[in-house]
C-alpha cells in the first residue's frame, strides 16, 4: 500500500515534468517562429505569440503540480 502511495507521486511528479518541458519548448518554438516571421504582412506573429502563451500557461501548470508534488511529501 505505501509503495502504491509513492506510485501515485511519481506519476504527478512525471506529469509535471513534462508539463515544464513541454511549456519550455513551446515557448521556445514561438519566439523562434516570431523571430521567422518578423517580416511577414499576414499576422503570423499573433500565431507565434499565442504559441508562447499556450507554452507559458503549460509551464506555470506545471510548476504548480511540482509544487504540490513537493507539498505532499512533507
Known amino acids: 500500500m505505501v509503495s502504491n502511495h509513492n506510485n501515485k507521486i511519481s ?11 513541454t511549456g ?19 499576422g503570423a506573429n499573433i500565431g507565434a505569440g499565442l504559441i508562447f502563451l499556450l507554452g507559458g500557461l503549460l509551464f506555470l501548470c506545471g510548476l504548480i503540480l511540482l509544487l504540490i ?6
Do not use: E, M, P
Open 11 to 21: 506519476k504527478l511528479l512525471r506529469t509535471a515534468l513534462i508539463l515544464v518541458i
Open 24 to 42: 519550455i519548448v513551446l515557448s521556445l518554438g514561438g519566439i523562434l517562429f516570431n523571430w521567422l516571421t518578423i517580416n511577414d504582412q499576414n
Open 69 to 74: 508534488t513537493f507539498l505532499k511529501k512533507k
